[in-house]
Every structure is written in structure tokens, then in C-alpha cells.
């Protein structure tokens, strides 16, 4: 209990040191921020050199059981695929070199380009609404309900049967004809065929399945609203600001680290969906070809049809476009995402 | 100073990242076949451990486990450990075991997949030990062992269990219609006129045959039944265009004018028995696995839609078209207890005892003296019986030999599918369809 | 505040003051609007769980039947039929071992790395943390089979280990990544003061970081629960005897699409499966929620 409140009162020291604005000058006043004290140790400890030279050394001992796993459980087997990419290769004999055959092949491959059209067009609708509608929940239970940690396990709960065998049985029930979903359409005189089994639906009711395991992304974004200065809203209110104001400039800029965690992350992950898509898309991304994900084309190749070549080729592929994602995540988050000082 | 350290770190570090490359590159590499199998000698007698992997449900597990314990007894000097997956995790299993050159010593195979698995020295062969006298196959029919040939002829694979696709059908609903059924040696012809007057006489609702164009396995009969063989001796696909053009006309045609189930109804039916449409009263004809009847009778008993039987795929000009699709047993060249896997997939196969309390459960028992006593047997489950009949009623045909190429699973199980739901849903023309699967067939199965 | 943005909510005030004065202003009407809300929201996200765990307890064969909660011959048969007839309770236990060796892993490595990303300074910091975001990104499915080789040739294929080890070995990159910007938010001033006492790297690590980094070891320690609890593909791969299975891979074998499946069965394990990652997530919430908090700001 007690290292709680000793982290929550670290935590509050943080917060105020931080949001300090770095413009006005630091008087004496002020809280010693992180830079002054490091100064003044430095000063007293004497020669630096030894001490980094030592401090080095000891953040690798740090680092060692990550190192290691990075070295041999990490790098080694994805350079081992990088170069089974440019190889032919069916798992039993040896790979053998064929050099940019593999990419060239993908690009005309029909079934490469729908997965490429289907995950694309799933993360572009997935991703955002994901983040509105859990970032709208969150702002909705952020009003100290009570029971709040009641409703929070039950929004989550739905994330934690995402991956299961069962989820294929469950969506049918909710999207198939009959199912759950027709039914209440037809309270309201609506009769429409099965959402899984039309081709044009398909993809919509993944999307709405990634939708209803939001409960991660929604509790990051309720952590994070506790953590906005309630002085900013009380003095908002004062001004008499409406609630699309607050929201706009004090609310968003104020969780835009936890947005651009969760954008960064949810897009990767939903770049990398493979268990939805294959249990509900029948293993083979029916109907036609409407669930046939990245990954899961992937792992038809690669497991399937033992052309592992061909699949490292697709994995590399992606991971590249993936890390250009990631990097355009990182440079223009300098214009979106404050840290902790006031906007 | 620090420099040195600093250049010597990354210098390790550099040839710790090298080290290890190699070392997952020699692994694959160097992990090449060739276990203890050739210095052991073979023996009638044998001792120590083996592993038996398999797929199946609960039930096939228990009665897996059952026939092992048989088989103990009459080795008291072997132990087998049993191994198992569902079905579609035990090919992910083996994909990765046999890459690793880590398979089982009896490892459960099946004709579709054996092809791809007999590259490499992977299986080892098992003509020697046939030869030897070690496992008996004179009571299978050519045929059957025939299914378990890899590419240079040897036998790869000891079938035990055969399992072929027919045409589940729903005899209750059909009497209710009117309508007789299908006699032995009913062709193409035939049973689009039987569908076209169960179209006219079932009442709304209930369909008569089930949108099964997507499903290649009935394509298969249908070239065998006109005399194409699905591959050529290349790989390569071995049956004309127009062929494939006739055959899916005749779906669409079917869907158009009401007589299988709705595309979208079918897209989404579940993959696993208590799911099928047949058994829930929804069509009157259903494709399945002779094997599944007996599932499938269970789940129609207990939704009370009545009783199901199965016949083969209709005959064409020339003749039956089923093919048959053992499942078998293999043993890896890595293994080091052949004497022992050799001994257990000759009880696996021959043992009366083991054979009835296996009840032909993965496909008929492919020893016809063990078939007809099963089929002789009062105690034999009559669904079990039916579809035991309607296999040797194939298996005394000519069953052609289908030889899978590696790569057939993208085309036939990913792309002929999608590209017939497009077809059938009026997004290309049939035309199109096969042009665009022939297309990529030729590079697929390259 | 400037003067100019003074300015401007001013000129926006008007209006505002306005729809202010039709808010309803009684709280506790509000209040129950939220619950409604939010009840309703509930009953429709969770219907398809619900009916799951009613289904569990209907007999076998009728498992899948219908749309509607029927509660008529409710029976726990599938549970006991999963719990002894088909091994689950055994499952079970395997599960938590294996989830809780995973966490201390997991904890004992990501903390570690965390710790040194976030405090000390040391050459190729930036390359190694940009390798270990470039770590997140590559699909797993090329990594298995390397992967499953090397272990293969250490023998440990169809044991724990080749589960374990890596998360002893920090592969969990994005729990390290959660961890550093968590560290990096606490003052360094404690930090400081223990190194001016003499106390060495370790020491500071294990008596002043770790025991404020509280919040944030309860995430790892929660989300790598539920990561382990839920992983199939690992076990799969790597456990061939029956009685080492985990929950996940017991489930698979109630879905055969070549015989016959258990649906009853199915529905009420994966109920009970749902059990223990609830309960902890319940328990847990506030480290859960003061974690995430502070990994954000800095």
C-alpha cells in the first residue's frame, strides 16, 4: 500500500515538475528540476570518466537476458528469413537461392494483391473507429461513476475471447442468418442475408469483431484522462469554454501521448491479424477471398503450400512497410504530441 | 580505453550475430535425414519406445488409445505414447516436425498430403519391410496401397483407414418428397433431373442439394467419371477448360433456378458436422466424407430431421468417379525404432480385435477381410454399415490413383473456392473464372 | 493563459452561457442517465458471452441450438465432462504454471532492460532502442520455424522451456517499452540521493526504481497474464504430450472438423477460461490504470 502512495506522490512531483512551462526563467522557487540535481552530483563526484565507463558496463549487465534473446531467440532467425526471402524454399530440402524471384512473383500474384487491398482497406476502417469509440467510452466513464470498476472488467472482457476457437461459433450466432443481428433487424422490418457469408459484408463484421475487443485500448485512454490536470478543465470552466473546447484543447492534447501509443500500436497489430480472419474466414479467407488477410495468405504459403520462401519474401514485405509507418508515426509526432507541458 | 571497449564490444557482438546465423543455418541445413534407421538391425522382436501421432475427436482418441493398449499386450517389450492434434493444427504440427526432422516414428499421413511430405527423404520408403515380411498388406486391395506411392513408385505410406466423398442425402425428407433414391450407378443426368423434381415437391424453405460448387473434392469425380485425371504426370492440371466451364454452368445454373442453396447461406456454414445444413433439415443432399455419417446421424437424431444416407458421386461416360483417400501410416527416415513402428503398423493394420474397436472410425478399414467383417457383423452400427457399403461398392470399381502435387492446396482448397463464389455470385463470368484459375494454377503448381 | 486566448474564449462565451443555462443541473438524474447508458451499451457489447455461458449449460447436443437464453434443462454436464472426462482441469493448472513462470520472466527481464534504457547512458542506446521498437513489427509466423530449429537442437522440444526461456530472455519487447517510459517518468532526485549514499546501479535499481515502478510491473504482470493465458501457437508447436496441454490447445481439440465436435464442452471451458484472467483483471484495475497512466507522459 504504501509504495502506491509513495509512486502516487512521485508521480504528482513529475507531473508538476514537468509542466513547468520552459519558457518562464527557474527561480529558486521553483522545484529542482532533473538537469540541476544530475549537475550538482556530477560536480561532487569528481572525474566523469571512470564513473560512465562503469555505468556502461553495468547497464549491459542490465541489458544481458534481453541481449541474448534479441541475439539468439530474435536476430538470428530473422536474418535467417531475410534470407530465405530471396530463396526457394519447402522446409524439407535445403533453400536454394533464386535472388528477387520471390518479390517479383508477388507482385503479380492476384491472391498477393487482394490481401494487400483487404488488410489495407480493414486497417484504415479498424484503426480509427477503434480509437474514436474508445476514446469516447472513456471519455463518457470518466465522470467517477460508481461501479466503474465493475463496467471496466466488463468492457474488457469481450478482449479476452477475441482469440479463442469459440469466437467463430459466437460471431456466426451474432452475424449469420439466423443470427442475432438479422433478428433484431427484422423487429424494425429490416430483412437482410447472412453479414459472414456475403462477400461484401464479410470484411465489416472482422472489423466490428476488432471493435468489440477494444476494452485494451479503452482502459489506456481512461488512465490517461486521470491524468489531464483537473486545474485545466476548472479553469476552462471558469472561461466558460464549451465541451468541444475542452475536449479539443484540453483533453486531446493532453492524452496525444497515449493516442499516438495506441494508434502506433493498434495499427500494427491490426496489420498483423491472424486468428480472426483464419478462424472466421474458414481458413482460406472465404468468401471469396473477402477475409483472405495478409497474414493469413502468409501462412497458406508458408504452411500451407510449403513455399516458405515466398512467405518470408510477404513477412519482410510488410514488416518493411510497417517500420516506414512506424517512422512516420515518430516524426510527426513532434507536431501532435505534447508530453506533459502545456499547449 | 574506452574506445578499445568499446570496439571490442561491437566487434563481439558482431560475431555473436554471426555465430548464430550460422547456427540456424547449419541447423536446417545439416539437419538432414538419415537417423539410426540403416545401422539398427530389424527384428520380429522388438523393445523400446515409440511415438504414434495422430489426428482426431475425443472419441477417435479413445479409441486410438484403446488399440495401443492392445497392442502392449502383445509386445510387452514396446510402449507406444500417444500423440494428438485436431486436424487442422496435427498439419501445422508435422509441417514444422518434419522441417525439423523431428517427426514421430509412425506418423499419420494422408494420399492428398504425401506428395509434398516425400521430398528430401523425409518418409522412408517402405518396400524392404514390406518385402521382409514385417508389415502385411496382402489382404489390400492394389488400389489402396497404390494411394500410398510417392512419386519414384516406392510405397511411402501403409493406408488403414479409406475415406471417400459422397453424397449425403436425407432419405426421410426425400420419401416425404416423393421421390425415390439414388440407385447404384446413377449418373450426372440423373440426378439433375432427381434435384429438378425435389426443387418442385420440397416445401419452402428446404433446398434440395446444398451450394457445393466451391468444393473441389466433388470436381474431382466429376473429371475422374469423364475420364480426366485432376493432375497430369507433370503436375500440372490435367483436364481441359471446358471441362471445368461445363461443370461449374451446371452449379450456377442449379443456384439460379433454386435448386442448391443460396451462396451466402453457404459461405457461412460452419465447417464441422453439427454445423452442416444437411444435418440441421435445411437441404435434402449435402456433400460429405463417407466417415462423417456417422457423426452426422447423431446430430440429426438428436434435431430430429431424420435418417441420412450416402451414396457415391454420380457416374459419367466413363464410369464411377470417386476416388478414394486413405489415411496411413508413415515412418520417418529419422526414426530409431523402425523394428518397433514396423511391428505396430502391422497390428494397426491387421488386428481383428484392434479393427473392431477402431469401427473403421478414420475412413473403411482397408484390409477387405477386416471390411466384410465388419460389414457381416450384427453389432455394427448400421450407419457405420452404410457407408462401409457404398465404399466396397468403390473400391470394386477401377479407383483411379490421384497423385497430389505439392502446391495443389493453394489452388484447390484456397483458389478454386474463392474464384467459384465470385462466378456463382455473378461477379465474373464462369469464363473468366477458369481462365483466371488455370492461369494461376500453372504458377502455383509449378 | 495569453491574452490572446483570453480573448477568444471570451468572444465564444456568449452563446455558451446560453446552452449552460438549459443543462439539467440535477446530478443525480444524470447520474442514473450515465448508468442506463452505459448498462445498455453493455447488454448489447456482452450478449454474445452471455448466451455462451448460457449455452454451457445446456446439454451437448442442444449446445448450439437457438439464438435466446433458454433456461430450461440447464445441466453442468459439459463442465464435467471438460473438467474430468476430458482432462481440462489438468489444463488448467498447466496454464497458471506456465503463466506464472512466464510473468517472472517476463518481469525479471523487461525490468531489467527497462531500467537501463530509462536511467543509464550508454553507447548505442538510440540504435538498440530503435531495434527493439523494429522488434515489434516483424509478423511472427516467419519466426517459428527458426525458431522451433534451434530449440529442436537443444533438445528442449516437448518440455516448458522453449515457452519460458524467451520471456526470461526479453522478448516481450513491448512490455520493456511500457516499463522504460514509465521510469523515465519518475523524479530522478530519489535516484540521486541513494547514489550519493554510495548505493550501486543494482542497488538503486532493486531499492528505490523497482518499488516505485509498482504500477507498471502490475501491467506487465497483467497483460502478459492474459497474453499467456490466451497464446495457442507456442504450445502447439512445442508440447506433444497430452497431460503438459494448455487451456487454449485443450479447446482446439473440442473443434474437429473430422468427427465429432463438443460444443457443450467447448462453451463451458472456454466460460471457465474466462474465470481467472477476469478475476485478476478485476482485482488488479487501479495498479492497472495508475500504470498506464504515468507510461505515457514523458
Redesign the interface.
Same mark, same amino acid.
Given at each position: 500500500m504504501s509504495?502506491?502512495r509513495?509512486?502516487?506522490r512521485?508521480?504528482s512531483?513529475?507531473?508538476r515538475?514537468?509542466k513547468a512551462p520552459r519558457s518562464t526563467p527557474v527561480g529558486d522557487s521553483q522545484p /529542482?528540476t532533473?538537469t540541476r540535481? @544530475?549537475r550538482t552530483?556530477r560536480i @561532487?563526484r569528481g572525474s566523469g570518466?571512470n564513473r560512465?565507463?562503469r555505468? /556502461?558496463n553495468?547497464? *549491459?549487465l +542490465? =541489458?544481458?537476458?534481453?541481449l541474448?534473446?534479441?541475439?539468439?531467440? !530474435?536476430?538470428?532467425?530473422?536474418? *535467417?528469413?531475410l $534470407?530465405?526471402s530471396f530463396t526457394d524454399y519447402?522446409?524439407?530440402?535445403? %533453400?536454394h537461392w533464386i535472388g528477387l524471384q520471390n518479390f517479383t512473383?508477388l507482385i503479380h500474384?492476384? &491472391?498477393y494483391i487482394q490481401s494487400v487491398k483487404v488488410t489495407s482497406l480493414f486497417v484504415v476502417v479498424s484503426v480509427p473507429l477503434v480509437l474514436v469509440v474508445s476514446l469516447a =467510452?472513456a471519455l463518457?466513464?470518466n465522470?467517477g461513476?460508481? #461501479?466503474l470498476?465493475? $463496467? @471496466?472488467?466488463?468492457?474488457?472482457?469481450?478482449s479476452? =475471447?477475441g482469440?479463442?476457437?469459440?469466437i467463430?461459433? #459466437?460471431? #456466426?450466432?451474432?452475424f449469420? &442468418?439466423?443470427?442475432?443481428l438479422n433478428?433484431t433487424l427484422a423487429l424494425f422490418g429490416i430483412s437482410h442475408?447472412?453479414w459472414?457469408?456475403? %462477400?461484401a459484408t464479410?470484411l465489416y463484421t472482422v472489423v466490428v469483431l476488432n471493435l468489440?475487443a477494444f476494452g485494451?485500448t479503452m482502459?489506456?485512454f481512461?488512465?490517461?484522462l @486521470? /491524468?489531464v490536470p483537473r486545474e485545466y478543465y476548472e479553469?476552462?470552466q471558469i472561461?466558460?469554454?464549451?465541451w468541444w473546447?475542452r475536449l479539443w484543447h484540453i483533453t486531446l492534447p493532453g492524452?496525444s501521448? =497515449?493516442i499516438f501509443?495506441n494508434l502506433l500500436?493498434d495499427t500494427?497489430a491490426a496489420f498483423?491479424t491472424?486468428?480472426s480472419a483464419y478462424v472466421i474466414g474458414?481458413?482460406?479467407? &472465404?468468401?471469396?477471398?473477402s477475409l483472405?488477410f495478409y497474414?493469413v495468405y502468409?501462412?497458406? &504459403?508458408? +504452411?500451407?503450400?510449403?513455399? !516458405?520462401g515466398y512467405?518470408?519474401a510477404m513477412?519482410?514485405i !510488410?514488416?518493411l512497410a510497417?517500420?516506414a509507418f512506424?517512422a512516420l508515426c515518430f516524426l510527426s509526432a513532434r507536431f501532435w504530441v505534447h $508530453?506533459?507541458s502545456e499547449r | 580505453m574506452k574506445s578499445a571497449g568499446t570496439r571490442r564490444r561491437r566487434r563481439s557482438a558482431l560475431l555473436g550475430m554471426t555465430a548464430l546465423t550460422a547456427v540456424a543455418a547449419l541447423a536446417t541445413a545439416c539437419s538432414s535425414p538419415g537417423g539410426g534407421s540403416g545401422s539398427v538391425a530389424l527384428t520380429k522382436k522388438p523393445t523400446g519406445d515409440i511415438t504414434y501421432f495422430w489426428w482426431g475427436d475425443p472419441t477417435r482418441n479413445q479409441k486410438t488409445d484403446a488399440v495401443m493398449n492392445l497392442f502392449e499386450k502383445q509386445y510387452p517389450h514396446v510402449k507406444v505414447n500417444g500423440e494428438e492434434e485436431a486436424f487442422t493444427q496435427y498439419w501445422q504440427k508435422v509441417t514444422v516436425q518434419a522441417a525439423a526432422h523431428d517427426l514421430p516414428c509412425v506418423t499419420q499421413t494422408q494420399s492428398r498430403e504425401l506428395l509434398t511430405y516425400t521430398k528430401d527423404n523425409v518418409f522412408m520408403p517402405l518396400n524392404s519391410l514390406i518385402s521382409k515380411g514385417y508389415i502385411n498388406v496382402s489382404g489390400m486391395p492394389k488400389s489402396i496401397l497404390d494411394s500410398g506411392k510417392g512419386e519414384d513408385g516406392q510405397i511411402y505410406m501403409i493406408p488403414y483407414g479409406a475415406a471417400y466423398d459422397g453424397f449425403a442425402y436425407n432419405k426421410t425428407m426425400a420419401q416425404k418428397a416423393g421421390l425415390a433414391d439414388p440407385p447404384q450407378g446413377y449418373t450426372w443426368t440423373w440426378f439433375q433431373n432427381w434435384l429438378q423434381q425435389a426443387r418442385k415437391k420440397l416445401p419452402a424453405g428446404e433446398y434440395p442439394i446444398d451450394q457445393n460448387g466451391s468444393d473441389a473434392d466433388i470436381f474431382i469425380s466429376y473429371a475422374e467419371s469423364y475420364g480426366y485425371s485432376l493432375f497430369n504426370k507433370s503436375g500440372q492440371l490435367g483436364f481441359p477448360a471446358s471441362l471445368l466451364e461445363r461443370y461449374w454452368t451446371m452449379w450456377v445454373n442449379w443456384a439460379k433456378d433454386g435448386i442448391a442453396l443460396p451462396e451466402n447461406l453457404a459461405a457461412q456454414e460452419g465447417s464441422t458436422i453439427q454445423q452442416s445444413y444437411l444435418v440441421q433439415g435445411k437441404v435434402m443432399t449435402e456433400a460429405e466424407p463417407g466417415n462423417q455419417l456417422y457423426d452426422g446421424q447423431i446430430a440429426a437424431d438428436s434435431s430430429h430431421v431424420g435418417t441420412l444416407a450416402i451414396t457415391t458421386h454420380p457416374f459419367g461416360p466413363k464410369g464411377l468417379g470417386n476416388v478414394v483417400i486413405p489415411s496411413g501410416l508413415s515412418i520417418p527416415a529419422s526414426c530409431n525404432n523402425v523394428s518397433a513402428a514396423a511391428a505396430f503398423i502391422n497390428f494397426f493394420t491387421n488386428n481383428a480385435a484392434g479393427a473392431k474397436i477402431y469401427a473403421s472410425d478414420n475412413g473403411a478399414v482397408t484390409d477387405t477381410n477386416l471390411l466384410n467383417q465388419q460389414l457381416n457383423d450384427p453389432s455394427t452400427n448400421p450407419v457405420v454399415k452404410e457407408e462401409l457399403g457404398t465404399y466396397k461398392f468403390i473400391v470394386n470399381h477401377h479407383t483411379p490413383v490421384v497423385l497430389y502435387p505439392p502446391g495443389f492446396e493453394n489452388v484447390f482448397e484456397t483458389l478454386y473456392p474463392q474464384i467459384f463464389q465470385k462466378v456463382v455470385d455473378g461477379e465474373e463470368s464462369v469464363n473468366a473464372g477458369v481462365q483466371s484459375l488455370f492461369a494461376q494454377a500453372k504458377s502455383d503448381l509449378s | 493563459m495569453t491574452g490572446r486566448a483570453d480573448a477568444a474564449i471570451t468572444a465564444r462565451r456568449r452563446p455558451f452561457i446560453l446552452f449552460r443555462g438549459h443543462r439539467p443541473t440535477n446530478p443525480a438524474l444524470q447520474s442514473a442517465l450515465r448508468h442506463i447508458v452505459v448498462i445498455c451499451l453493455l447488454i448489447a457489447i456482452l450478449y454474445p458471452i452471455v448466451w455462451m455461458i448460457v449455452a454451457s449449460f445446456r446439454p451437448g447436443e442442444e449446445a448450439l441450438n437457438g439464438l435466446g437464453l433458454s433456461f430450461s434443462h440447464l445441466t453442468i454436464s459439459n463442465y464435467r465432462q471438460g473438467l474430468n472426462g476430458m482432462n481440462f482441469s489438468r489444463f488448467f493448472l498447466n496454464s497458471l504454471f506456465l503463466a506464472v513462470v512466464e510473468i517472472i520472466g517476463t518481469l525479471f527481464s523487461c525490468t531489467l532492460a527497462a531500467y537501463a534504457f530509462a536511467r543509464l547512458d550508454f553507447r548505442f542506446r538510440r540504435v538498440l532502442f530503435a531495434i527493439l521498437i523494429g522488434a515489434l513489427l516483424l509478423p511472427s509466423q516467419v519466426l517459428i520455424v527458426p525458431q522451433y530449429v534451434i530449440f529442436h537442437h537443444l533438445n528442449l522440444v516437448g518440455t516448458y522451456l522453449p515457452l519460458i526461456l524467451p520471456h526470461f530472455l526479453g522478448i516481450d519487447a513491448f512490455f520493456i517499452f511500457l516499463n522504460t517510459q514509465f521510469i523515465r517518468g519518475l523524479p530522478r532526485e530519489l535516484d540521486d540521493a541513494a547514489r550519493i549514499d554510495g548505493c550501486g546501479e543494482i542497488k538503486i535499481f532493486l531499492r528505490v526504481v523497482l518499488p516505485l515502478s509498482l504500477p507498471a510491473v502490475a501491467t506487465t504482470a497483467m497483460f502478459m497474464f492474459i497474453n499467456s493465458w490466451n497464446d495457442l501457437l507456442g504450445p502447439l508447436l512445442y508440447l506433444s504430450n497430452t497431460s503438459l496441454f494448455t487451456v487454449p490447445q485443450g479447446l482446439t481439440t473440442l473443434l474437429d472438423t473430422t468427427g465429432q465436435s463438443s460444443f457443450g464442452a467447448l462453451f463451458a471451458m472456454s466460460t471457465l477460461s474466462l474465470i481467472p484472467v477476469a478475476a485478476f483483471f478485476f482485482t488488479g484495475q487501479k495498479l492497472l490504470v495508475d500504470g498506464i497512466a504515468m507510461t505515457g507522459l514523458k
Open positions: 509504495t502506491v509513495q509512486a502516487n512521485a508521480a512531483i513529475v507531473t515538475a514537468v /529542482q532533473g540535481a @544530475r552530483v @561532487r570518466g560512465t565507463g555505468r /556502461q553495468i547497464a *549491459y +542490465f =541489458l544481458a537476458p534481453w541474448l534473446g534479441l541475439l539468439g531467440v !530474435m536476430i538470428g532467425p530473422m536474418l *535467417y528469413s $534470407y530465405l519447402d522446409l524439407l530440402s535445403s %533453400p512473383n500474384d492476384p &491472391q =467510452l463518457f466513464l465522470r461513476l460508481r #461501479l470498476r465493475v $463496467y @471496466r472488467t466488463l468492457f474488457y472482457l469481450p479476452l =475471447l482469440t479463442s476457437v469459440a467463430a461459433v #459466437l460471431w #456466426l450466432k451474432v449469420g &442468418q439466423p443470427g442475432l433478428d442475408g447472412s459472414i457469408g456475403n %462477400p464479410a468489440w485494451a482502459i489506456i481512461l488512465a490517461g @486521470r /491524468q479553469a476552462a472561461d466558460g469554454a464549451g473546447n492524452i501521448p =497515449l501509443f500500436l500494427v498483423q491472424f486468428t474458414g481458413g482460406n479467407g &472465404q468468401p471469396a477471398g483472405l497474414s502468409l501462412y497458406i &504459403q508458408g +504452411f500451407t503450400n510449403l513455399k !516458405m512467405a518470408s513477412a519482410w !510488410m514488416f510497417l517500420a512506424a $508530453y506533459g | - | -
